[in-house]
């Protein structure tokens, strides 16, 4: 990443702003990680070192180095034209990798380029899958394709496991729980607001109970904040409980500019824009 020489002295010679964002530029290249997110990238490594599609495709399909696929498939996804089927196939075929991290940059993936129809399978992992981190992702998924079939499963998620009826089912990491509580917010549905209640009430996990209580906002256009009994009371009691409901948007990345980011030709940060899950029928985005 280093210029040659001539070059190095030429802009030296053009005066301090340039010499300062040439030393910007080589610090943050130094210091930067290698991958980050597949919606964008935070780095000037990924993107003056990110390989071209045919060797990110080679890297996805490593079958010695899951580094490599993980990689790979991230660098793919990060492509706007990732959501074509070749590409898509590829994302479906590394959900089944016997790693965690190839694994959960497919989902990823598949979340940024998905359709609906591949949200059931996703839930699925949600449930399943034996790594928490692919859990996570995959319950970040629920947020971003919208499909009534995966409700059933979102619930069971939702629910704290109990040693005393396990037949419930249950997710035990609360992350996953926490965006759980999100996705349910866009289905408007009796089912959903009463599990969102009662997760306030048993869920003893802060970052869960707020998330519920966004939902459950959104849902009904109500604020009854973590109050469970006034929910309870409100809901047994009103003939049309989603008359108000607001828009769901799923949380997105979104930073301030750092230090540096500020230079000439140093990226924005890669935040991304506010958006309704794909499947959910257009609607104005209100503010959460």
């Known amino acids: 990443m280093f210029l040659p020489r001539p070059q190095l002295g030429s802009i030296a010679q053009r005066g301090p702003r340039a010499a ?17 997110n597949a919606r964008g990238t935070n780095s000037l490594l990924t ?17 010695w180095n899951a580094d490599r696929r993980a990689q790979g498939t991230l660098l793919l996804a990060a492509r706007p034209f990732a ?33 609906p129809d591949i949200a059931v ?31 059933p499963m979102l619930l069971r998620a939702l629910r704290v496991p109990s040693e005393l009826a396990p037949e419930r089912g249950g997710e ?6 926490t965006e759980v509580a999100d996705a349910l917010g866009q289905y408007a549905e009796a089912r959903v607001v009463n599990a969102l209640i009662e997760s306030l009430h048993e869920d003893r996990r802060l970052s869960v109970q707020a998330r519920a209580a966004g939902s459950l906002s959104t849902l009904t256009g109500q604020d009854f904040g973590y109050d469970y009994r006034t929910w309870t009371a409100w809901f047994a009691t009103v003939r049309e409980p989603f008359a108000a409901q607001r828009a769901y948007v799923y949380p997105v990345f979104d930073r301030d500019r750092t230090f540096f980011e500020h230079f000439p030709l140093v990226p924005d940060p890669p ?8 499947g959910l029928s257009p609607s104005p985005v209100a503010s959460r």
């Open 172 to 177: 035990p990491d609360p992350r996953v729980r």
């Open 20 to 36: 300062g964002c040439l030393a910007a530029l080589a610090l943050l290249v130094g210091g930067c990680d290698s991958l980050e």
């Open 47 to 63: 993107v003056f070192s990110a390989p071209p599609p045919g060797e990110a495709a080679r890297w996805a399909t490593d079958p």
């Open 83 to 115: 959501g074509e089927p070749v590409y898509m196939a590829l994302f479906r075929d590394r959900l089944g990798d016997p790693d965690g991290n190839v694994r959960v940059a497919a989902v990823r993936a598949i979340a940024a380029h998905g359709e």
């Open 271 to 278: 935040n991304e824009p506010a958006a309704s899950p794909v």
């Open 121 to 151: 399978d996703l839930a699925g992992m949600m449930l399943d899958d034996p790594e928490p981190l692919v859990r996570l992702e995959a319950a970040k998924a629920m947020q971003r394709l919208h499909n009534p079939l995966v409700v």
